[in-house]
């Protein structure tokens, strides 16, 4: 495995849709391996592949001990709302008020290349819509209802970052 630099907002990978992976190989799995390791290391809840100057519809989530992988992700069910306070690794320094899905149901590959279904609810579902995003071009900044520096907040930005 091996850390990767974090692509930061103003780079114009961070803006482009990721294309489609055609072929679930060993390259891949390399990428998820050091996206895992990349987001650790930053303390982050999920990364996604353009994150690491890779444009493929590619992404990971970390929470409560458990690693989703997602390759090709579709989504495909939302149910209501919630609005959330979140950070990204690839904005460092501010945090968004954004509203998310308060629940997303999501299908696509696993690092082997089977279709698996990924689900989720408050914190998970917030972190999935986050990376899906990102494999669309979208940062949290685009869709912010309000964006506040970290150092305005009173937590010390312990915002989740993804
Ligand atoms: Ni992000």
Do not use: W
Not at 36 to 45: A, F, K, P, Y
Not at 148 to 162: P, S, V
């Amino acid at each position: 495995m091996a850390l990767r630099n974090i692509v930061k907002e103003g780079d114009e990978i961070l803006t482009k849709r990721a294309k489609e992976v055609t072929e679930v190989n060993d390259r891949i799995r390399q990428l998820l391996d050091d996206m895992i390791e990349t987001m650790r290391e930053n303390d982050g809840i999920g990364l996604a592949a353009p994150q690491v100057g890779v444009l493929r519809r590619v992404f990971v989530v970390e929470l409560e001990d458990k690693i989703y992988e997602l390759i090709n992700p579709e989504i495909v069910k939302t149910e209501g709302t919630q609005t959330v306070e979140e950070g990204c690794l690839s904005v460092p320094g501010c945090v968004g008020t954004v509203e998310r899905p308060a629940y997303i149901k999501m299908k696509g590959l696993d690092r082997n290349g089977n279709e698996i279904e990924v689900e989720g609810t408050e914190l998970l579902a917030v972190a999935l819509s986050h990376e899906y995003d990102h494999l669309e071009g979208i940062l949290f900044v685009d869709k912010a209802l309000e964006i506040k520096d970290i150092d305005e907040l009173e937590n010390d930005g312990e915002t989740d970052e993804q």
